[in-house]
């Protein structure tokens, strides 16, 4: 399978050099050249089969050219070694669990898979160390750099803003050592990011080392992320429950509402999509004016969701772009909702107080997206609660009032040590570190 960026301006790219470069030449987004439909009765097999099972069939679709049957099964069960449970909330609203990984958010799936399947193209092809920078605001960090801990042949940067991200998600990815360095930087998130960018650009230092990046631009990242769709379905289907779904999606970057979207190309029939927002809703923007615009973003108790400029709207508009009136086609398959901090904590006390499920801040917008756009008899509404509440277990104790449990996989990473090293937010600095390794 060949791989073309959204500017198009660059040559099509193998699996392998996407994956390796992350961002194209021309700094659009790899896509794949065709989407493989899955047939009826493969997706309706589907309520029958396991998690791992699913994965493989639409693993199979994306990547079987590239790579072997036997390496691929591999690569998914060892990303998948937890599952994504579909959970009954209230009337017709079920919640798809993603967050019962290793770092309790949705993002270990595509951070694990991308980490194997890297370390594999390294191994195969006996590539020198690879490194990986990212930045993070919190919960990227934590996915990335858990999933390729260990991983033979490539070292992790993980840059992050110092004093801004809460202090579980900071034990995440300061006590793992190994090939995991914690750089703590004297800034905020987007002096990170800018960091990286920059990083990117420079030739000396390119030619010093070979870098790539692991967020959701990254193919080997966003598009495993459609397995979950294929499940959710499937555990429904079983219920009876699938006929008619309507998919909510808590976004940022929009990777994940991306994966959906291709999950959908492929054949999985979903009615259609919601985009929830926080304040930050360009998108919603561009639903209702046809025109996007980006602006800087603004801090939200949805944190993961404080993005200005989504990186995968490049995906979006080319997948819908082919008939030339991409707005029309998007506003007609998906909608958008935004919501201000006070919203979202109504939402999680009343969730809480009627039912009992505890929402964290991001999965309570999804959640609050599908009892604004009001299901329709027969449709089952699903919303993705992408991290646990403990990860945010300040705001949410003190939204609820309550004092919630902290999983063991959590309490484990807050036993460790703590080792960063602290950078001033100046390229300079940032440079001659890395010339240094
Ligand atoms: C990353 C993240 C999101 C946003 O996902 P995108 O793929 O960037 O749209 C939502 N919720 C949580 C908890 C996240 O970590």
Redesign the pocket.
Known sequence: MKYYSTNKQTPFASLEEAVVKGLAGDKGLYMPERIVKLDEDTIGNMKNQSFHEIACTVAQAFFGEDIDAGTLNEIVKDTLSFETPVVHVDDNIYSLELFHGPTL???DVGGRFMARLLGYFIKKEGLKQVNVLVATSG??GSAVANGFLGVPGIHVYVLYPKGKVSPIQECQFTTLGQNITALEIDGTFDDCQALVKSAFMDDELNRHMKLTSAN?INVARFLPQSFYYFNAYAQLDKIGKADELVVSV????????TAGLFANRMGLPIKRFIAANNRNDVFLEYLKTGTYTPRPSVATIAN??D?GDPSNFARILDLFGKNGNPHQEISRLISGYRFTDEEIAVTMKQVYTKTGYLL?P?GACGYQALIENKLAPGETGVFLE??HPAKFKGTVDSILEADIEIPAKLKAFMQGTKQSIELKKDFEGFKSYLMKQ
Do not use: E, L, Q
């Not at 808590?250 to 509402?257: A, E, L, R, V």
């Open positions: 958010a949705f993002k919960d990227t959701s808590p976004s940022g970057n929009f990777g994940n509402i993961a969701m993005v964290d991001h992408t991290a």
